[in-house]
């Protein structure tokens, strides 16, 4: 082991780029580079193009209608996500191909062949019309474990008309209501619970928690995975005239719904992610131009074809699970592996297990996972035959080299191209990433923008930064999966992304380009943490912290962590000059967790009589960071008494 862990310093200090190997690149879907001159000519054209790939009903007028920040993609065409998902593939061979092999956290498996995914997607696209009149631009919240029924219910929203709006399983009860309530959604679809690590997720008591406070909720529709022998009064307790078995209502529809055609510039879904404010933004994305990326990319940065077996760790609640495990892969006709619980559930070969029985080939990750298998070691893996793997993806943060390394060796065995893919919630799909039979790579760099995307690092004065510099990452040109808004905010749309730099947009991450016009993320520049892979505002848990009736005023950084990138580092000043203690430590996570969810949990927490702020009360979150890292304090003239930092630290180290 010690052995092993040297051979990849060895290969770091070598500082190598790897090219793809003449092997992979002869049979690559992209194998040459001029597309990348091609695409820069002409943006627009290049994109078109690709979109033409999908199903239309009928045309686009014109490609790009762009008056920034208002883009309009492929407008005049007419499409249904669902429709090129699903009912393409079966009028063809694809019919009789796994869509989705499922895999529950308790070892049970269950196939979807396109045909099947057909029929239960038609079924329950006629529940929601015919039984609940759920039409055309209706909003719909989804709150599910990864099950096949997750995806359907996307997929019969999208062949409606209706939006969807996924919660992640792991918010809790109030941060589910917010978003219900803030596109006011006219149903819940849900289960009775999940699997994780071998316990229970109580989903449909949560929902219950949450509609106490939800006024645009007509009815629930729950769908049962649990046993029999648990889905009693513990974790269901159905709700007459409100709540319905999914399994129930499918019985009394028709089956036969048919596609809605809509507008290219229909809204598909919208999606809840983090800001530096404390109120989660509600990301739009459409459809034409959204689906066309998602297509695209997943075909030309998976190098997706058609005998591939492609696993996307992620869960439908995050815009991964939207447009990776969805969108993109089924509107290629893949076959997708989907998976409902932990890695290390019952043991930590779990995903290898999974690689192994059904011959996966694509498999696609976070670097907060890769992290963690690293720290269990390679003997999990290598326990499993993972010769059919040929691609490796990582998303969410930047990826260490010694990670990207270590992926490349034990997972990949030195065999798989690594596509480290940097994209957000609001890009809708992958931006800047290695097309693997084109781009060598570099461990630890997302390589160069797709073709067809336009990206710069800006100076804060708005002046391209030379090679060799960092700065700002930006967006200099639209692209199709660009989202087209907040739901209901356009102010702060206009604020967040389009004030900065005028007619540029601003993702909030700062980013280095080496000599070579390689691209290395830094992280956010914002107060938005990044949590194993999940985007945190440090402000929404300042709020959740100053709920609770004893504390007075709380700050909150993210701080350096080796597994999970950051962990969440609270300083806490508590009601009437009260001492904290560690109960009253373990107290405040709880009601973090209550209020927020188990991903914002802060691993600790330091109780202190006062905050450093400057003059004006601002809180100096950068020397609390300084603090929390234990490196030397920045600058600290502007603050009010800079006698507070200095008893903090010594505190802090008292304490450890
Ligand atoms: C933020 C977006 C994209 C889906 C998952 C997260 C960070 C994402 C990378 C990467 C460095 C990355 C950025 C970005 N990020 N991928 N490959 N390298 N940083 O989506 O929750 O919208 O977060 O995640 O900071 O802005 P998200």
């Known amino acids: 082991m010690a052995v092993e862990i040297r ?65 309009q993609w492929f407008a005049g065409g007419k499409i249904n996500a669902c429709y090129n998902c699903v009912d ?21 498996t269950r196939t979807l062949t396109y045909w099947d995914l057909y029929r239960e997607v038609r079924r329950f696209a006629s529940v929601l019309t015919e039984h609940f009149g759920i039409k055309k631009g209706d909003r ?50 849900t289960a009775d619970g999940g699997y994780r690590r071998g316990t229970v997720i109580p ?77 989660p933004k509600g990301i739009v994305h459409t459809t034409g131009g959204y689906l066309a990326g998602c297509y695209a990319t997943t075909k030309w940065v998976f190098d997706l074809k058609d005998d591939d077996v492609y696993w996307c760790t992620a869960d439908c609640g995050w815009v991964t699970g939207h447009s990776y495990t969805v969108y993109g892969p089924l509107a290629n006709g893949a076959t997708i592996v989907m998976y409902e619980g932990a890695p290390d559930f019952p043991d930590k070969d779990r995903f290898w297990s999974i690689c192994e ?16 298998f690293m720290k269990w070691g390679p003997e999990y893996a290598q326990k499993h035959d993972l010769s059919s793997l040929r691609l490796l993806g990582s998303v969410g943060e930047p990826i260490n080299p010694e990670a990207w390394m270590w992926y490349q060796q034990y997972i990949g065995e030195g065999r798989c191209p690594v596509v480290d893919t940097w994209w957000q919630t609001e890009t809708g799909h992958i931006m800047i990433s290695p097309l693997p039979g084109i781009t060598p790579t570099k461990p630890g760099s997302a390589t ?33 999966g660009m989202t087209r808004g907040l739901y209901g905010d356009p102010q702060r749309f206009k604020d967040v992304y389009w004030s900065k730099y005028p007619g540029i947009y601003f993702t909030g991450d700062g980013a280095k380009r080496d000599e070579d016009g390689y691209f290395w993320l830094l992280g956010r520049v914002d107060d938005v943490m990044n949590v194993a892979g999940h985007r945190i505002s440090t402000m929404e848990v300042e709020s959740a912290l100053v709920d609770h009736p004893a504390v007075a005023e709380a700050a909150v950084i993210g701080k350096h962590h080796d597994l999970k990138g950051q962990a969440i580092s609270a300083f806490v000043t508590l009601k009437g000059s009260r001492a904290g203690n560690s109960e009253m430590a373990d107290d405040l996570k709880e009601h973090v967790v209550k209020k927020i969810g188990a991903i914002c949990r802060p ?8 905050l450093p702020k400057t003059r004006s009360g601002k809180i100096m979150r950068r020397l609390l960071r300084d603090i929390a890292e234990g490196r030397a304090l920045g600058d600290t003239t502007t603050l009010a008494d800079p006698g507070v930092v200095q008893s903090l630290r010594e505190r802090y180290e008292e304490e450890g």
């Open 7 to 71: 051979a990849i310093e060895a290969l770091l200090q070598e500082n190598r780029s790897f090219s793809p190997s003449a092997e992979f690149a002869s049979t690559a879907i992209l194998n040459d580079p001029a597309i990348y001159d091609v695409a820069a000519k002409d943006p627009v054209a290049f994109w078109a193009e690709a979109a033409r790939e999908l199903h239309w009903f009928k045309p686009w007028d014109k490609a790009l209608e762009w008056k920034a920040p208002d883009a």
């Open 88 to 108: 393409r593939h079966i009028s063809t061979p694809r019919r009789n191909k796994a869509a989705i092999i499922w895999e529950g956290e308790n070892g049970e």
């Open 140 to 189: 719909v919240c989804i709150y599910m474990p990864m099950v096949p029924e997750l995806a359907i219910a996307m997929l019969a929203c999208a062949r409606i008309g209706a939006i969807h709006s996924v919660v992640f399983g792991g918010f809790s009860a109030e941060s589910l209501q917010d978003r219900i309530n803030d596109s006011e959604c006219r149903l819940v679809i």
């Open 203 to 279: 989903l449909k008591r949560n929902v219950d928690e949450a509609l106490v406070n939800c006024p645009s909720v007509e009815g629930v529709v729950v769908v049962r995975r649990l046993g029999h022998g648990l889905t009693d009064e513990t974790f269901t307790r159905m709700h007459e005239m409100r709540d319905h078995w999914w399994h129930r209502v499918a019985e009394d529809v028709s089956g036969k719904s048919e596609c809605e055609e809509m507008d290219s510039e229909d809204m598909l879904y919208v999606l809840y992610t983090s800001g530096s404010t404390g109120k």
């Open 357 to 372: 029985k059904y011959g996966v080939t694509i498999f696609y990750t976070a670097p907060t996972a890769i992290r963690a």
């Open 448 to 480: 160069r923008p797709l073709p067809g995307i336009l990206v710069d690092v800006l100076d804060e004065k708005g002046n391209s930064v030379p090679l060799g510099g960092g700065g700002y990452l930006v967006m200099t040109h639209p692209w199709p």
């Open 603 to 610: 691993d600790d927490i330091i109780f202190t009589a006062e």
